[in-house]
């Protein structure tokens, strides 16, 4: 009955058939303090799934209770990361911000049912009072409170009569609770800060763990699917909708987050990459954020054929990256160009091809898809070729060309070695070879040779950079234990300044994918390059390190 669904969907199965629900109705609640990531992609895909699979509705909430840390700026990019993975919430954006005046009537509803009190203990009394695991806390001296004395002071609070800090409203349910989330959790807290949208309205702001179950029930979430960290929260959650008497209020669900082995997937030392200017922004292609993964050339069919595949479970995991690179590189495969690009070039002169004859080549834009047509390449006397394709002095097994080694020039001629010439530090400032003319690709020659090399015709040839890129973690990183300073990899960009690209590619545009031949899956970056040259980002490599 139950077969591929996960553990969500069983419970919400259970929901709908005792009738406690009729509808799935859930949301994804962004606090806007930083760009979304990869890990916040799982929830969004989680939540707007359960909702289309079960006919309901998925809100997009912004949780912005905290005004500190919170900005236009990001809520812009987050709505922008939302709509590109290709979710729609319609018409239901919503914002905690929208609730506070019902969320402050219900602190109201709590004090006078004397369920939450004023304390004018500091934080640090507050944190000593609290006990530990193994200790029970103790009363705040003003816990017991009169309810009059209470509803006084806290709309004082509200108006502005103490000082940031000077006191807040706490709920008052059991010091002595094993559950440290239940010793009196704080509700409120006085804060002078201009909100992003309420502006300098309000000078308390309620606490997330406070905000969140109103802020559900209001909108009327069946299903309010968070990480597993909240388990432990659940009590308060359902404590303070049970104490409002909500009726028919909303199930808290918990899954384990996605962690990714060498990706960093906390907003905290996201932030600290783009302070201490490890990565150049948000959206540097090599952060885990959906805006430089879009940016590095990701599509967002990928990360949701990803999310999808990894599901969702009960208990912490970290996923293998290179499962992520796996369907990556599924989805550029079925459609990107083939073409030609030489990372780090050096000259191929063809000493018997007259100097100047060309001649023009057809080849494929896509081995396996011959609707995707063919392309024209200009073929001549001089080449540019990768400098690591050539070795006058090979190791055993090397099979590309040498003195005494011939290799075909992908979709042309095989050529043999003639000589080469040096500069004065030794590099090689050009080989000399000779065509075989009764080689050409695609007209049955039947000799065979052990490598194929690619090529770019110099007169044609466009001058591009390319970046590519390794995980912005050290291999043997442990989140749990290291120093993220130290966990740093520090050459996680290489820039290859002066590569050379067929012709086809000066037309390039941002939303087409290229498979660069014996490199890999490229994509233009949005931001050009230096003087104004093309720059190609590396997407992912053809080496698929996972399905092996
Ligand atoms: P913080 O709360 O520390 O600022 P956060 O990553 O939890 O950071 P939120 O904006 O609160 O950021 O997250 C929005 C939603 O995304 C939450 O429901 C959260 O549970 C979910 N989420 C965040 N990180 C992950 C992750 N790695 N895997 C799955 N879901 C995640
Ligand atoms: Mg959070």
Known sequence: ?????????????????????????????????????????????????LAEKYGGRCNLRFDDTNPCKEDQEFVDAIMADVRWLGFDWQERLYYASDYFDQIYQCAERLIEKGLAYVCDLSAEE?????????????DSPYRNRAIEENLRLFRQMRDGAFADGSRVLRARIDMASPNLNLRDPVLYRIVRATHHR???????????????????AIEGITHSVCTLEFEDHRPLYEWILQSLEWPNPPQQIEFARLNLTRTIMSKRYLRYLVEERIVDGWDDPRMPTLSGIRRRGVRPAAIRAFCEEIGVAKANSVVDIGQFEHFVREDLSQDSQRVMVVLDPVRLII?????????????????????????????????????????SNPPPGYNRLTPNQEVRLRGAYIISFKSAEYDGQGNITAIRCNYDPATKSGTGCKKK????????????AVPVE???????????????????????????????PDCRAEQSLAGASVDKRYQFLRHGYYC?????????????????????????
């Open 198 to 216: 309420t502006g300098d309205r309000w000078c308390i702001y309620p606490m997330y763990d406070y905000a969140h179950p109103i802020s559900d």
């Open 351 to 391: 000493d018997n091809w007259p100097e100047d004859k060309f001649e023009e080549l057809v080849v494929e834009n896509h081995p396996q898809r011959p609707e995707m047509g063919s392309r024209k390449l200009l073929f001549g006397r001089e080449l540019f070729i990768e400098r690591g394709d050539f070795m």
């Open 449 to 460: 040779v052990r490598g194929v090399i690619h090529w770019v015709e110099v007169s044609s």
């Open 524 to 548: 233009l970056d949005s931001q050009a390059g230096a003087q104004g040259r093309l720059r190609f980002n590396c997407v992912v490599g053809l080496k698929d390190s996972w399905s092996r």
């Open 126 to 138: 507050i944190r000593r009072y609290r006990g530990t695991l193994t200790e029970p806390g103790k």
């Open 466 to 496: 390319v970046a590519e890129f390794s995980p912005l973690l050290d291999d043997n990183f442990d989140a749990r234990t290291d120093d993220i300073a130290a966990g740093i990899n520090r050459n996680s960009r290489t820039i290859y």
């Open 1 to 49: 009955m139950n077969e591929g669904k996960n553990f969500i969907e069983t419970i919400i199965d259970n929901h709908l058939a005792d009738g406690r629900f009729s509808a799935v109705i859930t949301r994804f609640p962004p606090e806007p303090n930083g760009y979304l990531h990869i890990g916040h992609a799982k929830s969004i895909c989680l939540n707007f799934r």
